[in-house]
């Protein structure tokens, strides 16, 4: 079983908040991801990470930024948080070699009011 | 450009039935993977199957098979047995590679399964 953590999994906030969603992963994968996805639909990725210094963004733009301070450590910043972030994040981990499964975190629904 | 199609937005089946999720994909990339997920009312993503592009048989996991076509380009997940605990969203992926180092992966849209007892 997957060991990656997200926190909070739930957060309703007003706009113009700063936040930061946390993903953590215990099993020591180099490779990280952020989706966003909106109720009932597909995921989209947002931002990747390779290893420790190393972010892009993804196929969907997004406000967001994050950071990789630490291989276990991804999390996800929102300047000044809006309606229309409001949406699930799913963080997700993955090896370096073979079938390069990803594994997901819990996810944190988010709305912004 | 790479792309996954799921055309069944919501599907039903018996208990103890066995379902077929269907998914078709294009690439022009001759290695690939294909994936899926369960996501169940939780909201978590689980893994279920994968298949290499150069895999020659199809991949079985417990109930799960994947009934893979490379000619047609599809990559069907089949669920025998099927259980209440299977009603959820089911997602199949595609992991993209450009020059072996992205790993991202594309997902279609969805098929919602529910079991009926």
């Known amino acids: 079983e997957a060991d990656i953590y997200q926190t909070p999994r739930y957060l309703v906030i007003g706009t113009g908040k700063k936040i930061t969603l946390e993903c953590s992963q215990t099993?020591?994968?180099?490779?990280m991801y952020w989706y966003q996805q909106d109720p009932g639909m597909e995921l989209h990725l947002i931002h990747y990470s390779y290893g420790v210094n190393s972010t892009e963004k993804g196929d969907l733009s997004s406000e967001s930024t994050v950071s990789r301070i630490r291989t276990e450590h991804f999390p996800l910043t929102l300047e000044s948080a809006r309606p229309s972030h409001t949406s699930q994040y799913l963080c997700?981990?993955?090896?370096?070699?073979?079938?390069?499964?990803?594994?997901f975190g819990p996810g944190t629904r988010l709305t912004v009011t | 450009a790479q792309k996954i199609t799921q055309t069944q937005p919501g599907m039903f089946v018996q208990e103890k039935e066995a379902v077929t999720l269907d998914c078709t994909y294009d690439t022009s990339d001759p290695s690939y993977g294909l994936f899926w997920y369960k996501q169940p009312s939780s909201g978590e993503m689980i893994f279920l199957i994968y298949q290499g592009s150069y895999d020659q048989q199809n991949a079985t996991e417990g109930r799960y098979s994947l009934n893979f076509q490379k000619a047609r380009k599809s990559a069907n997940l089949v669920i025998s047995a099927s259980q209440l605990g299977d009603s959820a969203m089911y997602f199949c992926?595609?992991?993209?590679?450009?020059?072996?180092?992205?790993?991202?992966?594309?997902f279609g849209t969805g098929t919602l399964l529910a079991v009926q007892p």
């Open positions: 992926a595609m992991r993209e590679k450009k020059g072996g180092a992205t790993n991202k992966l594309i």
């Open positions: 997700a981990s993955s090896e370096a070699q073979g079938a390069f499964e990803q594994y």
């Open positions: 099993m020591g994968h180099d490779k």
